[in-house]
């Protein structure tokens, strides 16, 4: 409004010069007018002096040259000019009195003039007289006298004097004349120019102004139509809606052709409404200009949304109320916002509140700001024994300086050993005493300056615990080994004695054979059969606890490779049986090779071992999907079991079958469990007597 | 002096029995030297001892690993280390079959590792192929006294 107003002033500023231009210039050309008509009235002066001049000298002539007429003749009409020229002389002497009134030299010239031309009218009267009394002869001398020829020519010397000093006049008068028309015209087109060009200036600014006021109105219109953001509608005086943009028919739903001519009241939730909210929300803003306020708003839909109004009266010059302004803002999402941010900080408070650790926060001088139920009851400390207390106090004292070290390198350089990692540190209690703790420590920007928060917890029971714990782990690692060289001593001492059971056996039937019946014989092969059968039980106990000991050695495996080498080895071990095995190629683990080779051994092996009554028999390895891991099995059409056995599959010494049935020592199975345990993997058989077996295992 | 002899370290007497056994079993003729412990058998190498002066050149070691006073591993270890025995041919003959054992064995140095079988069936048969291989087929190193 502004820029309308000066813009407006500048108009008026402008026109005003105009007229004032316009005025002067009229003013200029009225008054050079009115010299020109001066000036022209002068030079028709000056003629008519000349005119008078000349006549009257003319007159003076004709007069004389009747009087001399007369002398000649007698005849009295030759007077007529004569007479006439008394009269007329006398006029127009008269006349050029009146005309030369303005100029003294003129007047005194006309004096002698006067006189000269009275003069010569008395010597004609003479000379009329001297003839009518004394005849020709006596007046031919005054008629031809030299007395009126000098006065003739005295007369015609001062008229033209005159004459001469009235064309002076004239010329001057002429030059003022012309040199004031000139400046009437000059005056006449420079303000004629100044004023057109006034108002083609004039024109240009207001044509501008009124391009420039339709441009912003035009802008205004679109960007109010355009805002999404916010509803931006207008409601006349009684609350109908007026005019409705983008955003109001994006935040409540209307179109303009659906909610123009409607009464706002419909924005208002029922119970407003019942209120007389709609009336009294209007009658705030008329009486105070404007109205703010944040609530519940209905949409076309029914459904609410959060609003933030705000109400302005719209008011012409003379403060007569057009209507309402209204701005509407959506701020649902925000309020969801806040009352998540609320419930938030309402879940962490009661986090802090209820954590069995100690949870504790520090400003950049390392004094504590927050101290949680946790902290209180670990330090023996209440919250406000030490709120601005420096960090220092909850710590033995020889770990200050090195905290007061760190905190400070920390602040400066932002470099900090334990921020962002967890740390043990000792802490101190109110009554001194000391405790191993744990912390974990953070920092963030408290606007511009660093706070930290840290995390505590008392481990006096884990550290009891991690001690106990690490005894334990060298009395295991004593018993791993007194086993070892328990094992060591079993695979050397206890198969000695059986070597000799054997091998003195298999002398006595050899050296001694003569002297042996045949039941001495048999009870010599029973001890051999015996103590070989317990060198396999040996072997196959060593081999079950060498399982469990070792690191695994995880690589990938080709557990397809590795079971058609095992059984290529079991169809070179027994080249009569007919035995088919169909394996599932390409099966990659990751898992101890060595440990792997022993699990097909034996679970391929006893896939061979009970089919040994089938023929031809089938063995299959392959994988399956069990609870989205891969189980890989080996399945035979061999002797089976019952499943109300399966449990007893995996313990070591367990067997399903007679040894005269199926020879074995009931460890394999065992050995396998262990194998897949230690892979974190699990074992586990499904069969049916005489129907074959199946055995899975994941890794 | 004791030529194409076999040096039989072994303490336990049922085992040197049987051994014995199984080596007359196969026909191998050869001079059985034997040594009750690791001592003994160094001694009866380097000359030292109970076999003062007189070291033995024999053609073959058989060591067992689990001997009294000086063990087997150490025993093979001395053989090694020393120049006049350093090629000398040694067979571990033990009962042990742990993979420390037979690592350490080869580590050290032995020609072969056989784990004595309860079954003496497949005793004898495994020393016939160790008597073929090692006293027939094998050509031995140059003897170190007649170099």
Not at chain 1, 45 to 68: K, W
Not at chain 1, 581 to 600: C, K
Request: charged share 25%; no cysteine; net charge neutral.
């Amino acid at each position: 409004m502004e820029m309308g107003l000066s813009l407006e002033r500048r108009i008026q500023i402008g026109f005003g010069i105009a007229v004032a231009i316009i005025v002067a210039v009229g003013a200029a050309a009225l008054r050079s007018t009115e010299a020109t008509v001066s000036s022209a009235r002068w030079v028709a002066h000056t003629l008519q002096v000349r005119a008078e001049l000349e006549a009257g000298f003319a007159d003076l002539i004709e007069a004389e040259t009747g009087v001399r007429g007369y002398v000649i003749t007698g005849d009295t009409t030759y007077l007529a000019p004569y007479h006439s020229a008394r009269t007329t002389l006398h006029s127009r002497l008269a006349g050029l009195r009146d005309l030369t009134a303005d100029n003294p030299a003129q007047q005194r010239r006309l004096d002698s003039l006067e006189t000269l031309v009275a003069t010569r009218l008395e010597r004609l009267q003479w000379t009329i007289e001297t003839r009518r009394t004394g005849g020709p002869a006596a007046a031919g001398p005054a008629v031809i006298g030299g007395r009126g020829k000098e006065l003739i020519q005295r007369v015609h010397e001062v008229i033209t004097r005159m004459e001469d000093d009235e064309g002076q006049l004239l010329a001057q008068r002429s030059a003022t004349l012309q040199a004031k028309a000139r400046l009437a015209r000059l005056a006449a087109w420079t303000g004629a120019l100044v004023a057109l060009a006034l108002a083609g200036l004039a024109s240009v600014l207001v044509g501008r102004e009124m391009a420039g006021r339709r441009f912003a109105e035009e802008r205004l219109r679109l960007l109010v139509g355009s805002v999404r953001d916010y509803a931006i509608y207008m409601v006349d005086p009684a609350g109908y809606v007026r005019s409705w943009n983008a955003g109001a028919e994006r935040i409540k739903g209307y179109t303009p052709p659906e909610i123009l001519g409607q009464h706002f009241a419909r924005f208002f939730t029922p119970e407003d409404v019942a209120a007389g909210r709609p009336a009294a929300v209007l009658h705030d803003a008329a009486a105070e200009g404007r109205y703010e306020e944040e609530n519940w708003r209905v949409r076309k839909d029914g459904s609410r949304f959060w609003a933030d109004v705000v109400i302005t009266a719209v008011r012409d010059d003379r403060g007569a109320l057009l209507g309402f302004a209204k701005v509407t803002r959506d701020l649902t999402e925000r309020k969801r916002a806040e009352q998540a941010l609320r419930a938030s900080e309402e879940r962490f408070r009661i986090l802090a509140v209820t954590a069995n650790d100690a949870i504790l926060s520090a400003d950049a001088r390392g004094h504590i700001t927050y101290f949680n139920p946790g902290a209180e009851r670990i330090f023996g400390l209440t919250a406000d024994e030490v709120i601005d207390r420096p960090l220092t106090t909850l710590m033995p004292e020889r770990f200050r300086e090195a905290h007061r070290a760190g905190l400070a390198r920390y602040v400066a350089t932002g470099e900090g050993r334990v921020i962002g990692k967890t740390v043990e540190l000792a802490g101190r209690r109110k009554d001194g005493t000391e405790f191993p703790l744990e912390l974990s420590l953070a920092s963030w920007k408290h606007g511009a300056d660093v706070a930290f928060t840290a995390i505590i917890r008392d481990i006096t029971t884990r550290k009891a615990g991690e001690e106990q714990l690490r005894r334990y782990a060298v009395q295991l690692e004593a018993a791993n080994q007194e086993l070892e060289a328990f094992s060591y001593s079993v695979s050397h001492d206890l198969r000695a004695p059986l070597r000799s059971l054997d091998g003195f056996s298999q002398a006595l039937l050899e050296d001694y054979h003569e002297r042996l019946d045949d039941t001495g014989r048999d009870f010599l092969q029973r001890v051999r059969a015996a103590s070989q059968r317990m060198a396999t039980l040996i072997d196959d106990l060593l081999s079950l606890s060498r399982v469990t000991r070792g690191e695994l050695q995880v690589g990938d495996v080709d557990l397809s490779a590795l079971a058609a080498a095992v059984a290529a080895d079991l169809h070179r071990s027994d080249q009569k049986r007919d035995v088919t095995f169909a394996i599932t190629p390409d099966l990659v683990a990751r898992a101890d090779p060595g440990l792997m080779r022993i699990v097909l051994q034996n679970l391929l092996g006893n896939a061979w071992k009970f089919t040994g009554k089938r023929s031809p028999a089938h063995v299959e390895f392959g994988v399956t999907a069990q609870d989205g891991r891969r189980a890989f099995f080996v399945r035979d059409d061999g002797a089976g079991f019952d499943m109300a056995y399966a449990a007893k599959l995996f313990g070591a010494f367990q067997r399903l079958h007679a040894t005269t049935e199926f020879p074995g020592t009931g460890i394999g199975l065992a050995t396998v469990q262990r194998i897949i345990h230690r892979h974190g993997g699990q074992v586990w058989a499904e069969g049916a007597p005489e129907r074959g077996a199946t055995f899975y295992f994941t890794l | 002096m004791h030529d194409r002899s076999i040096l039989l370290v072994e303490d336990n007497p049922d085992d040197e029995a049987l051994t014995r056994r199984a080596l007359a079993k196969n026909n191998i003729q050869n001079e059985i030297l034997l040594a009750r412990d690791g001592a003994e058998a160094l001694d009866w190498l380097f000359g030292t001892g109970a076999h003062a002066g007189r070291p033995a050149a024999p053609e073959l070691v058989l060591l067992d690993l689990k001997l009294p006073k000086v063990d087997g591993l150490e025993v093979l270890r001395r053989i090694r280390a020393n120049p006049s025995t350093r090629l000398l041919p040694v067979v571990i003959l033990t009962s042990s079959r742990e993979e420390k054992d037979v690592v350490t064995g080869y580590g050290l140095g032995a020609n072969s590792y056989i784990r004595k079988p309860v079954d003496f069936g497949q005793f004898v048969e495994a020393v016939r192929q160790l008597g073929l291989y090692w006293l027939v087929l094998n050509e031995p190193p140059p003897r170190p006294d007649a170099a």
